[in-house]
């Protein structure tokens, strides 16, 4: 039996045939749904039916109220499909009596003469609608009633005041309830508001049904409870109750033999929507259950059969009631699952709308940085070429222009005055504006005017020289702007894949981890994963309050990082204020290694500012970055200079921008924003604390040093200082760091500040070499007072020196054991 039902599933032409049959069943059933739909709706025969069940509903078994309020409602908001409306109300109120038809007719027609009289006066229809039904229901019902009893009595005045006054309450009931029975797709929930109005209408449309029977079975019976064990599988017990009181209510007002049916109604909601987890059949036990209990209490044991009976029709067009209706239904009520997924897949489209928009600036400012820094190299021969013929033109005009051997040196000789007078050119821009003898002499003998022409060169080269220094800044900040536009499409596109990135379902994991710290014997109230890729785990609990014992930094935190196979430290924790609440803490992973700090830094002459700045910061993509920048001489400017460096640099390695890039940005803001002279260095080293890996980016600074162990490891780079150069490449040397590192970096008043010093690399190797403390601060002081002291107490430069110590990220509090796969978790 096992092979044939493999066989036939593995078997193309068996697939093919139920796959098929259950398409084309879909299908048919697709096509019957929308072709119902498209009738009823679409052609307004929903509201001929509605208005033929309300026509016939009455209140207290002689108000008719419901028909002037519909039929208002819908003149107002679908007036082509009014005339359909009044037919179906007038329809039925003749299943009534001649006497309620003639009303109907009559309170319609008198409804439709004053709006239309005062249309013209009115500003806000909406709003006006419900005192017209008022005005017309109330006029309309003294009218008739002076006709028929030829007085009018209190109890006549009365009774139309009260069927006005429900006129006017349903008129707002239905002007908030007839759009809800459109096709329209609806992008909001449907309010409470909206919820109660709807099933008022409902309820209000069934009232219609009193008195219809199908073998014995009261239709308005088994409707009501269809319309309950909707609900109830849609909205829980909250809306259930709610519909099985509003509909109990209204149909007890219509017939006081149904105000028993409001119980049962009732509990039938609050317990079918308790049972609904139990789907369909849950929600059918919870009616039959209410059913019973309230049968046996209620009326006699006949009567009971009758009303089992009538529960078990409704529960049958329960079941008939197809799935996608009660789905699309679920969407809009707050609080369903429908409701949530709807929700969630909404904000999943806006993320990806978001993110591809913000993936679409990527690509643009791509496109910029490509378009501005498209340089190729016959380009430029071609402009070198070009700027030459310009040159000399220049030349000519000034002084072959008027000479009478031209037609000789231009016309006959071109070639060879043309290369004469570059090489003029050339050799003037190169020599400082002198002339080698023999070139000299050459071109007196070519030329008759020699001497005028060279005084034309020189002044010509004169503007060459800053017509070509003007275009080298005009090209470099073109590379600029193409540097600092590609760094700001990286971070975008980088940006846009994290938007797209989902919180992942982790609900095995979760209730793994809260298993196994329930075992250990920790009370856990909640827990909710949002990341557990390594080294970004991410992790919020809920706890009972610990009265301040640190149970989640000694116990829940090393279990988490035996269970995850990595370290786990207490990131955010949020202590209750009283003794029964609850504590929120979040878990995130440590990073590999730590980095300790210390730092001594003196001002020339033992003042108060200094040239010099320094700048320690984590970024956010788990680097540590330690930046020393000088400033060019001393005081206030210099340190103006130096402090500018750093925050632009520290800026810019924030939003996310590569070190080399934000260096040469800040390198070219810098050179280009002021003329003056003023230049700085700059010391940067970026630590990655996952793998103790460091890049050294030097730019015109002292060489840094790395003590390990006995052996201390030099590291410098050749570049000028930062401003000098509007274009220069940075040399980026890299090196990894080890547990235990010192890495000292200092600026220049220490390196070249020993004095009678030849060879200050292996003064500096030797001092740090035979210092006895691996304390980072202690190292930087004892550095800076050997440097001192070798000056004999004089400071006689800005001296900065920062010492950086890696350690490896040992937790507090060792792990504790716990028994649970780590794969599993």
């Known amino acids: 039996m096992e092979k044939v039902e493999r066989n036939l599933i593995e ?46 509903a009455l209140i207290i078994a002689q108000l008719t109220p419901f028909a002037l309020p519909f039929f208002a409602s819908v003149y107002l908001m679908r007036r082509d499909r009014a005339p359909l409306a009044l037919i179906g109300l007038i329809g039925g109120a003749a299943t009534l009596s001649v006497m309620n038809t003639a009303y109907t007719f009559f309170i319609s027609f008198l409804f439709l003469l004053a709006f239309r009289i005062t249309k013209k006066w009115l500003r806000d229809e909406v709003r006006a609608l419900p005192f ?29 005041s009260v069927e006005a006054s429900l006129g006017f309450i349903l008129t707002l009931i239905f002007l908030q309830g007839l759009p809800l029975l459109s096709l329209s797709k609806r992008k909001q929930s449907l309010k409470t508001e909206e919820i109660v109005c709807l099933i008022i209408m409902l309820a209000s449309v069934m009232t219609g049904t009193i008195g219809w029977h199908f073998y ?57 929507g308790l ?7 849950g929600v059918s036990i919870g009616l039959f259950i209410a059913t019973l209990l309230i049968g046996m209490y209620g009326e006699a044991h006949g009567s009971l059969t009758k009303t089992i009976l009538e529960s078990s029709a409704a529960i049958l067009l329960f079941f008939l009631t197809p799935q996608s209706f009660t789905e699309k239904l679920a969407k809009y009520i707050p609080g369903t699952p429908e409701y949530a997924a709807e929700q969630q897949q909404y904000m999943r489209k806006v993320r990806d709308v978001t993110a591809q928009r913000v993936a679409q600036f990527s690509t643009v400012f791509q496109a910029l940085s490509n378009s501005f820094s498209q340089y190729s190299g016959i380009a430029d021969e071609e402009d070198t070429e070009r700027e030459l013929d310009y040159f000399l033109s220049n030349v000519t005009e000034k002084t072959c222009q008027t000479c009478f051997k031209k037609e000789y040196c231009w016309s006959k000789n071109f070639t060879t005055t043309y290369e004469y007078m570059a090489k003029i050119m050339h050799e003037m821009e190169g020599n400082n504006q002198s002339l080698p003898p023999n070139l000299s002499r050459d071109w007196s003998k070519h030329c008759t005017r020699s001497g005028k022409v060279i005084d034309a060169v020189k002044q010509e080269l004169t503007f060459f020289k800053a017509n070509k220094k003007l275009k080298k800044q005009v090209k470099e900040s073109r590379r600029l702007v193409a540097d600092q536009l590609l760094g700001v499409s990286e971070v975008m596109g980088d940006f846009a894949k994290e938007i797209q990135r989902e919180r992942e379902n982790h609900h095995k994991q979760e209730e793994q981890i809260f298993d196994a710290l329930h075992d250990f014997g920790i009370q856990i109230e909640q827990v909710e994963i949002y990341s557990l890729e390594q080294g970004s785990v991410d992790i919020d609990m809920t706890i009972p309050y610990c009265q301040g014992m640190g149970e989640c930094e000694k116990l829940i935190a090393p279990m988490l990082s035996d269970i995850l196979g990595e370290m786990i430290i207490v990131k955010k924790e949020e202590c209750s204020k009283y003794p029964n609440g609850f504590c929120n803490v979040t878990f995130r992973s440590a990073k590999a290694f730590v980095v300790e700090t210390g ?16 700048s320690m910061i984590e970024l956010g993509s788990g680097k540590y970055a330690i930046a020393i920048s000088d400033g060019m001489g001393n005081g206030e400017r210099a340190h103006y200079e130096s402090n500018e460096t750093l925050e632009l640099l520290q800026k810019i390695l924030q939003s996310g921008i590569e070190e080399k890039i934000a260096i040469k ?19 940067l080293a970026m630590i990655d604390l996952q793998d103790a890996k460091v890049k050294f980016l030097k730019i015109g600074s002292t060489p840094s040093f790395i003590k390990r162990g006995n052996k201390v490891i030099k590291i410098e780079a050749s570049n000028l200082p930062i401003g000098i150069l509007q274009e220069f490449d940075v040399d980026v040397v890299s090196d990894q760091l080890k547990a235990g590192d010192l890495l000292i970096m200092m600026s220049d008043g220490i390196f070249e500040g020993p004095k009678h010093v030849e060879n200050s690399d292996l003064w500096i190797k030797r001092k740090i070499c035979e210092m006895q403390t691996e304390n980072p601060q202690e190292v930087a002081d004892l550095l800076m007072e050997e440097v001192i002291r070798s000056r004999s107490g004089n400071i006689q430069d800005d001296m900065t020196v920062v010492v ?6 040992t937790p507090k509090w060792a792990s504790i054991p716990v028994d649970i796969s780590k794969k599993e978790a």
């Open 599 to 614: 730092v001594a830094h003196a001002a020339k002459g033992g003042g108060l500012v200094s040239g010099d700045s320094y």
């Open 804 to 809: 950086a110590k890696i350690q490896r990220n």
């Open 275 to 281: 049972l609904k987890d139990g789907k369909k059949i």
């Open 665 to 683: 940005s800040v390198n070219s803001i810098l050179s280009l924003r002021t003329t003056d002279e003023i230049f700085s260095t700059l010391d």
């Open 132 to 160: 017209y039904v008022f005005g017309t229901l109330l006029l309309g019902k003294l009218a008739v009633s002076y006709i028929t009893a030829h007085q009018l009595t209190v109890y006549h005045g009365l009774m139309a």
């Open 216 to 272: 014995e079975l009261s239709i308005e019976h088994v409707m009501s409870r269809y319309l309950v064990l909707l609900f109830a599988f849609v909205a829980g017990a909250t809306v259930g109750s709610t519909v099985g009181v509003v509909t109990g209510l209204i149909f007890s007002l219509a017939s006081v033999s149904s105000l028993f049916h409001m119980s049962l109604l009732a509990f039938s909601g609050l317990l079918g």
């Open 11 to 56: 078997s193309p032409i068996g697939e093919v045939d139920f796959d098929g049959t259950k398409l084309e069943l879909s299908n048919g059933v697709k096509k019957l749904q929308l072709k119902i739909e498209s009738i009823l709706f679409k052609k307004g025969l929903i509201l001929l039916l509605i208005g033929f069940l309300l026509g016939r």
